[in-house]
T-cell receptor, first 112, second 118 residues
């Protein structure tokens, strides 16, 4: 079974600084998708960024970018110029063939 | 964009009550919907996969007789927590897969239901 590991239960960053959240996963598949979701206190699941495994280029969305290392099965999220509104739980997710699995999550605190 | 509506958003009821949660895809057809459970400060755990017109597929350890899933149409799946007890209190989230895959997301999430059993 596919597993997703987020080894940082909590992270903290100063406003305007950069923070990187780690994620590793285990799979025997070659074609899959990886996601980072943000879950604020409202508990909504908000898609932050997505990466297709067949693409070598790292995905970017404004202040959010990933470092996708397929051989190492690593998928970290970098948040640049952190804002107070970035504070939330962040979940890394693996998706393949109708099956989505989530990591345990990282709680990000942004200090003003 | 695609929207999934989950209702109700909050339920508080007495032990022994059966609770029904609805998950609707508003502007797309969803042959497959998913039900997740999330305990405080924990991740989303998949409970079951709901397939339109057929029986749901439950994850290991999830009681089929306790968590009844019905997916009678391409836009609606329901989760009924039968005879709920305090240990069933949790946050339940549904998601739906767009058959046409028009979005960059494989699943669209509802806003969740907070269930509290007294």
């Amino acid at each position: 079974a596919q597993t997703v590991t987020q080894s940082q239960p909590e992270m903290s960053v100063q406003e305007a600084e950069t923070v990187t959240l780690s994620c590793t996963y285990d799979t025997s598949e070659s074609d899959y998708y990886l996601f980072w979701y943000k879950q604020p206190p409202s508990r909504q699941m908000i898609l932050v960024i997505r990466q297709e495994a067949y693409k070598q280029q790292n995905a970017t969305e404004n202040r959010f970018s990933v470092n996708f290392q397929k051989a190492a099965k690593s998928f970290s999220l970098k948040i640049s110029d952190s804002q107070l509104g970035d504070a939330a739980m962040y979940f890394c997710a693996y998706f393949n063939n109708n099956d989505m699995r989530f990591g345990a999550g990282t709680r990000l605190t942004v200090k003003p | 964009g695609a929207v999934v509506s989950q209702h109700p958003s909050r339920v508080i009821c007495k032990s022994g009550t059966s609770v029904k949660i609805e998950c609707r895809s508003l502007d797309f057809q969803a042959t497959t919907m998913f039900w997740y459970r999330q305990f405080p400060k924990q991740s989303l755990m998949l409970m079951a996969t709901s397939n339109e017109g057929s029986k749901a597929t439950y994850e290991q350890g999830v009681e089929k007789d306790k968590f009844l899933i019905n997916h009678a149409s391409l836009t609606l799946s329901t989760l009924t927590v039968a005879s709920a007890h305090p240990e069933d209190s949790s946050f339940y989230i549904c998601s739906a897969r767009d058959v046409q895959k028009r979005s960059n997301q494989p699943q669209h999430f509802g806003d969740g239901t907070r269930l509290s059993i007294l």
